[in-house]
């Protein structure tokens, strides 16, 4: 394990890690409900005709709603979806969404966020959502444990996740952090992209139904099965990251 946390060091010209603050992922991170999301987009695009499968979904996770529907409108019909396609679509996955979607937590995610709070760590969300009904429960369902104004979410960006630009705006509203001054923590391979991208060490947490290899192969410095795993092992993490 330490090897991965001195790959980083090496490959990024670092000497040691500063760990201030950790970035989250919401969706299949803190709340288990990309099933909900994969749910609604399938069925959103078999109203309007355009084939997919439920599984892809949690490939494009964190990818702005817009373009997930330009890729399989390109995919699909061989051409860009208009504003007005677009926004149609979108609506009426945020429908199916709200509709299905039971607020449940990923076992853990709860604890884990509130023992990093508790050692001082800021506590930042990272989401390519722009579901209001998600992130208006964050403060319900992680009382105290983040701040509206520090998150970063699909209204914040012009370019979502695999680009760069969400995580580094995370760095930026943690306090204009270096890169080896926090870690991501995230479930799906854009995210991931993104975050490496970004510079940051990233930890998978392998929530969904793809092979291990797929967030290794996205960049993922360690891939865990659980945020259960991240949570029994945070320990030996944090020795290295705050003072190694």
């Known amino acids: 394990m330490n090897t991965s946390f001195e790959n980083y060091l090496t490959k990024n010209n670092y000497t040691n890690f500063n760990l201030k603050a950790v970035l989250f992922d919401m969706d299949g991170v803190l709340y288990d409900s990309m099933k909900w999301h994969a749910k609604s987009w399938k069925e959103t695009m078999d109203e309007f005709e355009i084939p997919s499968t439920p599984e892809e979904f949690y490939l494009y996770e964190g990818m702005v709603g817009s ?136 930890i998978a947490v392998n929530t969904g139904p793809m092979p291990d290899s797929v967030l290794a192969d996205a960049g993922a410095n360690i891939v865990l099965p659980s945020m259960k795993a991240l949570f029994d092992n945070w320990e030996e993490f944090k020795s290295i990251l705050v003072n190694k």
């Open 67 to 202: 373009t997930t529907i330009n890729y399989l409108m390109n995919r699909e019909k061989g051409r860009d979806a208009t504003s007005e396609e677009k926004e149609a679509i979108y609506r009426r996955k945020t429908e199916l969404f709200t509709k299905y979607n039971d607020g449940g937590l990923i076992p853990y995610a709860y604890d884990f966020v509130k023992k990093v709070h508790n050692q001082g760590l800021l506590c930042i969300i990272v989401t390519g959502s722009g579901q209001p009904t998600l992130i208006n429960k964050i403060e319900h369902n992680f009382t105290g444990l983040f701040s509206k104004d520090k998150m970063v979410t699909a209204f914040d960006v012009k370019h979502g996740k695999p680009h760069p630009e969400p995580y580094l705006m995370g760095l930026e509203k943690a306090g204009d952090l270096l890169p080896n001054q926090a870690i991501v923590i995230e479930n799906a391979p854009r995210g991931v992209e993104a975050a490496v991208a970004a510079g940051i060490f990233t």
